[in-house]
T-cell receptor, first 113, second 114 residues
Framework: TQLLEQSPQFLSIQEGENLTVYCNSS?????LQWYRQEPGEGPVLLVTVVTGGEVKKLKRLTFQFGDARKDSSLHITAAQPGDTGLYLCAGVHSGGSNYKLTFGKGTLLTVNP | GAGVSQSPSNKVTEKGKDVELRCDPI?????LYWYRQRLGQGLEFLIYFQGNSAPDKSGLPSDRFSAERTGESVSTLTIQRTQQEDSAVYLC????????????FGPGTRLTVT
C-alpha cells in the first residue's frame, strides 16, 4: 500500500500564530492536492500541485510540492479561527490510475480565538 | 449551482440489515466516486464510475458492498448484511471528466451499525 503520512495529527494554536503541516511518502506522485474538511461536510479542494518544487499561494496559505514529488507542505500565516478544520492531502501516484486519489489521515487544526 | 447531494445524512441500522445510500452528482459530471471515511482515518476509495459503467471496483471491501449508477446521474451504494465495522461516513464525489483532479464532494452519509 502506498501511503501518505501527515503530521502532526493534531494541532491546536492561538489566533495569529503561524503553522506548517506536512504530507510525506516514499512514493512519487504525479500530482498532489490539499483539501479542508469541516465537521459534517465533505472535503473541499484548496489546491493542486503538479510540478516538483512548485509553490502556490492562496491568501494566507502557502503550498509547496517537494522537488522529488514525494512530499508537500502547507503553511498558514496568522491563523484565524475560520481556518479550523481537518486538512487532508491526497495524491495521484505516478504511473497509477489518474482518477484514483490516495488520501492521508489528515491534520486536525484548531485555531483558538 | 447545486453541488453534490447525498441522502440520508444519517442512518442508524441494526447489524444484519441492508442499507442503501444515495448520491446525486453535479449535473453534467461524468465521473462519480464513492469513498469511506472511518473515524481518525483518511478517505478510502471504494468505486469509480465513468458514466454508468464501473471500470474500477477494486476498493469495495467485500461482496456485501455493491453500487449502481443510472446514466450519468444518481448512484446508489448498497451494503448488505451490515456489520459494525461498516460504521463510517460514506462520501460521494463527482468530477467533470474522467481524468480530472477536480473532485467535488457531497456532505456524506454517516452510517452507524448497532
Amino acid at each position: 500500500t502506498q501511503l501518505l503520512e501527515q503530521s502532526p495529527q493534531f494541532l491546536s494554536i492561538q489566533e495569529g500564530e503561524n503553522l506548517t503541516v506536512y504530507c510525506n511518502s516514499s512514493s512519487v506522485f504525479s500530482s498532489l492536492q490539499w483539501y479542508r474538511q469541516e465537521p459534517g461536510e465533505g472535503p473541499v479542494l484548496l489546491v493542486t500541485v503538479v510540478t516538483g518544487g512548485e509553490v502556490k499561494k492562496l491568501k494566507r496559505l502557502t503550498f509547496q510540492f517537494g522537488d522529488a514529488r514525494k512530499d508537500s507542505s502547507l503553511h498558514i500565516t496568522a491563523a484565524q479561527p475560520g481556518d479550523t478544520g481537518l486538512y487532508l492531502c491526497a495524491g495521484v501516484h505516478s504511473g497509477g490510475s489518474n482518477y484514483k486519489l490516495t488520501f492521508g489521515k489528515g491534520t486536525l487544526l484548531t485555531v483558538n480565538p | 449551482g447545486a453541488g453534490v447531494s447525498q441522502s440520508p445524512s444519517n442512518k442508524v441500522t441494526e447489524k444484519g440489515k441492508d442499507v442503501e445510500l444515495r448520491c446525486d452528482p453535479i449535473s453534467g459530471h461524468t465521473a462519480l466516486y464513492w469513498y469511506r471515511q472511518r473515524l481518525g482515518q483518511g478517505l478510502e476509495f471504494l468505486i469509480y464510475f465513468q458514466g454508468n459503467s464501473a471500470p474500477d471496483k477494486s476498493g469495495l471491501p467485500s461482496d456485501r458492498f455493491s453500487a449502481e449508477r443510472t446514466g450519468e446521474s444518481v448512484s446508489t451504494l448498497t451494503i448488505q448484511r451490515t456489520q459494525q465495522e461498516d460504521s463510517a461516513v460514506y462520501l460521494c464525489a463527482s468530477s467533470p471528466r474522467w481524468s480530472s483532479y477536480e473532485q467535488y464532494f457531497g456532505p456524506g452519509t454517516r452510517l452507524t451499525v448497532t
